[in-house]
Every structure is written in structure tokens, then in C-alpha cells.
């Protein structure tokens, strides 16, 4: 069964530094978020992705914030200059266009970034 | 505005129990809600989405819309069922966000 996959699993940073996290969705789905979960709180959208463009984003996603479909099957989530509130483990999710599974995202297993 | 609402932190259970994880939304448009399951260092896997109507390892749960609530249940908790469970509300308004609640934890003990 095709799974979206996240590299690394576990991001060590300093403060400041650009860091890029991977996400490679699942071949034929279009659509392609990233959340995030700090530790001890919920799960917060931060972008979505349609069409070679950000379709919506939170408020959370400010100028630090990036993402990009470099090419036909990665994914990323930069962040240009990492703050210690930047600590917290990020999923990735995609979903498809069309089918009986239209509305479901399938997430990865997260990547865990932390700033020192 | 749309927001997730899961009271209980944890819930503890022993195995055989009845359990009913409590979840409850705001929302102004018509909801579509999924139950997500995150067992240990495993990723989020859906569980239940309220409009297929299905049972998914002995899972159920009911959308009242009445109550604006979305509670998961299950008759007889399983040792397995040691998970993280997240309530959300698919925002369908942009590009169908997911929010989630704040999850509750499920320890079923032997």
C-alpha cells in the first residue's frame, strides 16, 4: 500500500540556521499539506499546496516559512531561520483529486524537528 | 469559528470495557468529521470518517448534529487499543484543511 514518506525523522538545529524538511506524498495525489504538533499540543494546519502553488495557509505560516515542489515527487517545508518556538514534530500529508477516498489525507510519520 | 474540542487528556480503561472518547465541534457549515488513530511512534492513520457510517475495529461513532458532537466508541476495549485518538473537522471552505482536537489519550489495561 503506497504511504507518504518524511526525511529525516529527526531534524537537530541551532537557532537561525535554514532548515528543509522532506515529504514524498503518494504518486497520484494533487493535494499536499503540511501540519504541525509542538509538544503536549494539537495538531495545527499550517499550508496547502494545489497546482504548483499555496492554496491556504495559517497564520502561524509567516515569512519564515516556505514550501515547494522541486520536482515530480518531493515535497518541502523550509523554514529560513529557525526560533526556538520552531521546535515540534511536522507531518506531511496528500490526498487525492477524485474517488471514493476523496477527503482523506494520509499523513506521514512526521518529521521531528528540534532548535537548540 | 470552526474549532475541535476533545475534553479528557487520558482515558483509562480496563480491558473489556465500554470506552467513549468524547469529541465535540464548532462549525457553521455542514461538518465532515474523522476520528484519527496514532498508536505508538506510528503515524496518523484515519480510523473513522462520519460518512461512511462503518464500524472499523469494533470503533464506532455518530455524528449529532443536534449536539454538535462526534463521540468514538467501542463495547469492549482491547489491550491494543493503547493509541492517541484525534477528533477533526474537515474545513471544507479552502482546500479542506483538517482541525484537529487536542486528542485523548487511551490506555486500556490488562
Known amino acids: 500500500e503506497p504511504e507518504v514518506t518524511q526525511t529525516p525523522s529527526h531534524q537537530v538545529t541551532q537557532m537561525g540556521q535554514e532548515v528543509i524538511l522532506r515529504c514524498v506524498p503518494i504518486s497520484n495525489h494533487l493535494y499536499f499539506y503540511w501540519y504541525r504538533q509542538i509538544l503536549g499540543q494539537k495538531v495545527e494546519f499550517l499550508v496547502s499546496?494545489?497546482?504548483?502553488?499555496?492554496?491556504?495557509k495559517s497564520e502561524i505560516f509567516d515569512d519564515q516559512f516556505s514550501v515547494e515542489r522541486p520536482d515530480g515527487s518531493n515535497f518541502t517545508l523550509k523554514i529560513r531561520s529557525t526560533k526556538l518556538e520552531d521546535s515540534a514534530m511536522y507531518f506531511c500529508?496528500?490526498?487525492?483529486?477524485?474517488?471514493?477516498?476523496?477527503?482523506?489525507?494520509?499523513f506521514g510519520p512526521g518529521t521531528r524537528l528540534t532548535v537548540l | 469559528a470552526q474549532r475541535v474540542t476533545q475534553p479528557e487528556k487520558l482515558l483509562s480503561v480496563f480491558k473489556g470495557a465500554p470506552v467513549e472518547l468524547k469529541c465535540n465541534y464548532s462549525?457553521?457549515?455542514?461538518?465532515?468529521l474523522f476520528w484519527y488513530v496514532q498508536y505508538s511512534r506510528q503515524r496518523l492513520q484515519l480510523l473513522l470518517r462520519h460518512i461512511s457510517r462503518e464500524s472499523i475495529k469494533g470503533f464506532t461513532a455518530d455524528l449529532n448534529k443536534g449536539e454538535t458532537s462526534f463521540h468514538l466508541k467501542k463495547p469492549f476495549a482491547q489491550e491494543e487499543d493503547s493509541a492517541m485518538y484525534y477528533c477533526a473537522l474537515l474545513f471544507s471552505g479552502g482546500y479542506n484543511k483538517l482541525i484537529f482536537g487536542a486528542g485523548t489519550r487511551l490506555a486500556v489495561h490488562p
Open positions: 462549525y457553521s457549515g455542514s461538518p465532515e
Open positions: 500529508a496528500s490526498r487525492a483529486t477524485s474517488g471514493a477516498l476523496y477527503n482523506e489525507q494520509f
Open positions: 499546496f494545489y497546482n504548483n502553488e499555496i492554496s491556504e
